[in-house]
T-cell receptor, first 114, second 112 residues
Framework: AQSVSQHNHHVILSEAASLELGCNYS??????LFWYVQYPGQHLQLLLK??????LVKGIKGFEAEFIKSKFSFNLRKPSVQWSDTAEYFC????????????FGTGTKLQVIP | EADIYQTPRYLVIGTGKKITLECSQT?????MYWYQQDPGMELHLIHY???????EKGDLSSESTVSRIRTEHFPLTLESARPSHTSQYLC???????????FGPGTRLLVL
């Protein structure tokens, strides 16, 4: 079965610091990759996704993620975080190909200090 | 803004009671999902549906049941609630072509 690992459970950063959240998945075949974000008091929502093509994908609010197939990784990055980025971030994988279920990681709570 | 709703948002109930968690979406999505989420843990898929009259159990064993009589409605029922059912339950629907899931606000359930 597919599994998704997020190595950082709680990250605290100062504003303007750079962010990288790790995500690794287990299945080596064709997958679709996602990062979802949940801001305090709000629904889970899509931040960005990778299906195919350029392995560097850009999402909303200046976030980007890089798919490295050889490392089974899909790390999330942002060069300069803001207080409003305080949220919980979930990596998710939909695969193997055609599989209808999405497997989520445990989530990373990001706290940005002004 | 996704149009997916869950009620109630919070529920405190005694052991042995029957409860139904409501989920509805107005986007016409065929695929719907129920996840269970505990603090610090991943979302666990407990039920999903491909469309009307289609329901399947997910990866995590659950004593709950679901039904899908209408496209927009996907309720989850616990016949006899127990303290081990205390958790947050998230409903989602999926846009087939974009493969994106849209989540509801969740129901936080506490069984005493």
């Amino acid at each position: 079965a597919q599994s998704v690992s997020q190595h950082n459970h709680h990250v605290i950063l100062s504003e303007a610091a750079s962010l990288e959240l790790g995500c690794n998945y287990s299945y080596g075949g064709t997958v679709n990759l996602f990062w979802y974000v949940q801001y305090p008091g709000q629904h889970l929502q899509l931040l960005l996704k990778y299906f195919s093509g350029d392995p560097l994908v850009k999402g909303i609010k200046g976030f980007e993620a890089e798919f490295i197939k050889s490392k089974f990784s899909f790390n999330l990055r942002k060069p300069s975080v803001q207080w409003s980025d305080t949220a919980e971030y979930f990596c998710a994988v939909n695969g193997p190909g055609g599989y209808q279920k999405v497997t989520f990681g445990t989530g990373t709570k990001l706290q940005v200090i002004p | 803004e996704a149009d997916i709703y869950q009620t109630p948002r919070y529920l405190v109930i005694g052991t042995g009671k029957k409860i139904t968690l409501e989920c509805s979406q107005t986007m016409g999505h065929d695929k719907m999902y129920w996840y269970q989420q505990d603090p610090g843990m991943e979302l666990h898929l407990i039920h999903y549906s491909y469309g009307v009259n289609s329901t399947e159990k997910g990866d995590l064993s659950s004593e709950s049941t679901v039904s899908r009589i209408r496209t927009e409605h996907f309720p989850l029922t616990l016949e006899s609630a127990r303290p081990s059912h205390t958790s947050q339950y998230l409903c989602a629907s999926r846009d087939l072509f974009q493969e994106t899931q849209y989540f509801g606000p969740g129901t936080r359930l506490l069984v005493l």
